[in-house]
């Protein structure tokens, strides 16, 4: 059983329907699926967001089943893999793909699975590899390390959301003083989560910020990432955003003039960094060493989102739910119609 986008548009255009069980191929498990996040980047896809790129990656052609992060139990063990065994409860991220984890069952590469920790949930673990990954690869365009990272000053926008509250966590356990802006809802969560300081984004604008960072992070809004590129300080290790326009732009002008408009535009931004600092559009993409991390921080992570979970047959209300950015984590349950 899967959420199948058979059309791209609205959440109408998800259907639930009976799949074949896929079969693991060499390097492979195939994963009884009991939760699934969905995140902004599911509902972006389901509306046709990024098909262009996607498509040369076989990710974007209909029927589509969306959904990057899932825990649940290996059920199926392909040939060359030695790490699991039928009965083992992992989690983890797969690469975009036309066969996503909002399903019964998901086909995933063994390289891409964990195991899951005692005492945290497979709902709760559905919440973290996706966005986790995606802000390992942001502190590492943006030079931020274990070894260049303590005692610096890090600028985080949007640090309520689930890239930003991930963020703030990690460059705590760095050593990094951390300043993040938020909106009215997401301020106490972000002095929960560790920052050191939170200001309020409606009354605070970042230009009023001072150039004293050594690194900035954009979790927010393309429309504020050269504000944040000025508040660098002259010896500043860089900056990195994962909200650039990279695939709209491909969307928009096809691939190869959409690929030289954001190369155009990102050559703008880095031009606005200090001498000898990074510029990083930052996209999603398993590693290994971020793998490693994620299972240090899934065991010891003290602050855990609020989740809202869905019910398979409910996977239209789930996408509602991520649009119009209600309270809670979207989690799919995909093995309970």
Not at 50 to 64: D, E, H, N, S, V
Not at 161 to 174: D, N, V
Not at 196 to 225: K, S
């Given at each position: 059983?899967?959420?199948?986008?058979?059309?791209?548009?609205?959440?109408?255009?998800?259907?639930?329907?009976?799949?074949?069980?896929?079969?693991?191929?060499?390097?492979q498990v195939v994963v009884r699926v009991a939760a699934a996040s969905i995140n902004p980047i599911d509902v972006r896809r389901r509306a046709g967001y990024g098909r262009k790129l996607f498509?040369?990656?076989?990710?974007?052609?209909?029927?589509?089943?969306?959904?990057?992060?899932?825990?649940?139990?290996?059920?199926?063990?392909?040939?060359?893999?030695?790490?699991?065994?039928?009965?083992?409860?992992?989690?983890?991220?797969?690469?975009?793909?036309?066969?996503?984890?909002?399903?019964?069952?998901?086909?995933?590469?063994?390289?891409?699975?964990?195991?899951?920790?005692?005492?945290?949930?497979?709902?709760?673990?559905?919440?973290?590899?996706?966005?986790?990954?995606?802000?390992?690869?942001?502190?590492?365009?943006?030079?931020?390390?274990?070894?260049?990272?303590?005692g610096r000053q890090v600028l985080v926008h949007g640090g309520s959301g689930g890239l930003g509250m991930i963020a703030i966590a990690l460059l705590k356990q760095l050593g990094a003083h951390?300043?993040?802006?938020?909106?009215?809802?997401?301020?106490?969560?972000?002095?929960?989560?560790?920052?050191?300081?939170?200001?309020?984004?409606?009354?605070?604008?970042?230009?009023?910020?001072?150039?004293?960072?050594?690194?900035?992070?954009?979790?927010?809004?393309?429309?504020?990432?050269?504000?944040?590129?000025?508040?660098?300080?002259?010896?500043?290790?860089?900056?990195?955003?994962?909200?650039?326009?990279?695939?709209?732009?491909?969307?928009?002008?096809?691939?190869?003039?959409?690929?030289?408009?954001?190369?155009?535009?990102?050559?703008?931004?880095?031009?606005?960094?200090?001498?000898?600092?990074?510029?990083?559009?930052?996209?999603?993409?398993?590693?290994?060493?971020?793998?490693?991390?994620?299972?240090?921080?899934?065991?010891?992570?003290?602050?855990?989102?609020?989740?809202?979970?869905?019910?398979?047959?409910?996977?239209?209300?789930?996408?509602?739910?991520?649009?119009?950015?209600?309270?809670?984590?979207?989690?799919?349950?995909?093995?309970?119609?």
């Amino acid at each position: 059983m899967a959420a199948v986008v058979e059309r791209f548009g609205g959440a109408g255009a998800l259907r639930v329907r009976e799949t074949a069980p896929p079969r693991p191929g060499r390097g492979q498990v195939v994963v009884r699926v009991a939760a699934a996040s969905i995140n902004p980047i599911d509902v972006r896809r389901r509306a046709g967001y990024g098909r262009k790129l996607f498509g040369l990656m076989g990710a974007a052609r209909l029927p589509l089943v969306l959904g990057n992060d899932f825990a649940g139990t290996v059920c199926a063990v392909g040939p060359g893999v030695t790490a699991w065994r039928e009965g083992d409860a992992v989690f983890g991220a797969k690469p975009p793909s036309r066969h996503g984890s909002h399903a019964s069952h998901v086909t995933v590469d063994a390289r891409h699975v964990l195991a899951q920790p005692a005492r945290v949930t497979p709902v709760q673990l559905a919440t973290l590899p996706y966005n986790f990954l995606t802000v390992c690869r942001a502190l590492d365009g943006a030079g931020l390390t274990r070894a260049s990272a303590p005692g610096r000053q890090v600028l985080v926008h949007g640090g309520s959301g689930g890239l930003g509250m991930i963020a703030i966590a990690l460059l705590k356990q760095l050593g990094a003083h951390v300043t993040t802006t938020a909106g009215e809802h997401g301020l106490a969560a972000c002095r929960a989560a560790g920052a050191d300081l939170v200001l309020d984004r409606r009354l605070l604008p970042l230009e009023a910020l001072p150039r004293r960072f050594a690194a900035t992070l954009n979790f927010a809004h393309w429309h504020d990432d050269a504000a944040l590129v000025a508040r660098l300080a002259p010896d500043a290790l860089g900056h990195a955003t994962t909200v650039h326009p990279l695939l709209a732009q491909i969307d928009r002008y096809g691939l190869a003039g959409g690929a030289l408009a954001a190369l155009a535009g990102k050559r703008r931004g880095a031009a606005g960094v200090p001498r000898g600092a990074r510029y990083a559009w930052t996209v999603f993409r398993p590693d290994d060493g971020a793998l490693d991390w994620l299972a240090e921080y899934a065991v010891a992570r003290k602050v855990a989102p609020t989740l809202q979970a869905f019910r398979m047959g409910e996977v239209a209300a789930a996408h509602v739910h991520v649009e119009e950015r209600r309270l809670g984590r979207a989690v799919l349950l995909p093995n309970n119609f």
